[in-house]
């Protein structure tokens, strides 16, 4: 399973929190046998929690993890953050994609996926 989450410039701090929050809460009722990853995205993603069965660190580290992800924060190109998301599943697994975004794409096309 893949946590794709929008840190483009139109998500400020307080709902950078609010996901956080949210990501910790769905943590804590993932099934163990399911792996997750943790991708941050904007006009670039990167993976900030890698795949692990185990869980992550609490709401204030994973808003941490968030803020600090090394992406182009003046776009959100979604096609690029699902298609790195598909990548980063192994194929043996259904793939899942829980996308937190306000959707607004300034670059790239989600349709074409």
């Not at 990501?23 to 990853?37: D, G, H, K, M, V």
């Not at 929690?49 to 979604?78: H, M, Y």
């Not at 953050?81 to 697994?93: D, G, I, N, V």
Request: proline share 5%; no cysteine; glycine share 4%.
């Amino acid at each position: 399973m893949v946590y794709l989450v929008d840190q483009s410039a139109s998500i400020d701090q307080a709902q950078t929190r609010w996901v956080a929050r949210r990501l910790a809460s769905l943590e804590t009722i993932r099934p163990a046998q399911l792996s997750r990853t943790i991708l941050a995205f904007g006009g670039g993603a990167q993976v900030v929690a890698p795949s692990s069965p185990s869980a992550p660190a609490e709401a204030q580290e994973l808003e941490r993890l968030l803020a600090t992800a090394a992406i182009e924060r003046d776009a959100t190109d979604l096609e690029q953050a699902l298609l790195l998301s598909l990548s980063t599943t192994p194929p043996q697994e259904h793939r899942r994609v829980i996308l937190l975004s306000d959707a607004r794409q300034t670059r790239g096309n989600v349709e074409r996926i």
